[in-house]
């Protein structure tokens, strides 16, 4: 038996609204200690990597390690049933059939629903993402990369990164003009929610998909800040904190250049 209680539906809301246009049917892997996602998208260019700790619900009990494979559009469709501040229990028996139970509380009019959404048969294709020392570690408000990204996807299908020990550059450029983009590392700011931090270990210069990062910015909604961790011809990591108690991790790797690869 499987059942985990949220004590409002609005997390699970934003999770699914910020996944389900990259990954159309999700393997949910669930043990005690949590309840995870990996899944690639359907051009195998970027990864999505979720976790919810066990400290994120109310209640959570899981007799064995099972995975439950779901349609996030399903998903994403009974959830949609619920109040932002419903109760929200996911419940799944295996003597039952092959569906998983939402069940949404409304506390304030004594309601509840339970919508259930057939499971389905994923070939859980869990990639091991090895431990990686990154040559730049940026934290910063996630807002702000989320209109950084949309205003570079005005000029530009490509998103460069530059970052040295002085700051971390975002630019991009088409045949309409270009925008560059500068933050220095403001550690010492009054709001800390408001700072931009900066680890430096080597230099890079990479470009990747603007198309993919404004997907990813759809998270932003779970966090008020974004880590970014980059190296030079390796996969960027996005990562946005659950209230310390998980995250939602976006892995993208680099744009090669064609022009480059002709030469």
Do not use: W
Request: aromatic share 8%.
């Amino acid at each position: 038996m499987f059942e985990a209680k949220l004590e409002n539906a609005a997390l699970l809301k934003k999770i699914v609204e910020s996944i389900k246009d990259l990954v159309t049917d999700a393997p949910f892997d669930c043990s005690e200690n949590a309840m995870c996602l990996q899944a690639m998208d359907s051009s195998h260019v970027a990864l999505v990597s979720l976790k919810l700790e066990v400290g994120l619900f109310d209640t959570y009990r899981c007799d064995r390690t099972i995975n439950l494979g779901i349609s996030l559009k399903n998903m994403s469709n009974a959830l949609k049933c619920a109040n932002n501040d419903d109760g929200c229990m996911i419940k799944y028996e295996e003597n039952e059939g092959d569906s998983i139970t939402f069940t949404f509380t409304d506390t304030k009019r004594d309601k509840t629903q339970d919508v259930t959404v057939k499971m389905m048969d994923i070939d859980g294709e869990h990639l091991g993402i090895p431990d990686q020392d990154y040559a730049i570690v940026c934290e910063m408000p996630a807002a702000e990369f989320q209109k950084t990204c949309k205003d570079l996807a005005m000029f530009s299908d490509s998103l460069n990164i530059t970052a040295t020990k002085s700051g971390i550059v975002f630019s991009g450029k088409g045949d309409s003009g270009g925008i560059n983009v500068t933050y220095a590392p403001n550690s010492n700011a009054d709001d800390e929610k408001e700072s931009v931090s900066l680890e430096v270990n080597e230099p890079v210069n990479v470009n990747f998909s603007i198309k993919y990062m404004n997907s990813f910015t759809k998270a932003t909604t779970l966090s008020s800040r974004v880590r970014i961790s980059l190296s030079n011809d390796v996969p960027i990591v996005i990562e946005y904190p659950i209230e310390e108690a998980g995250y939602l991790r976006f892995y993208l790797a680099p744009k090669i250049d064609d022009e480059d690869n002709m030469e």
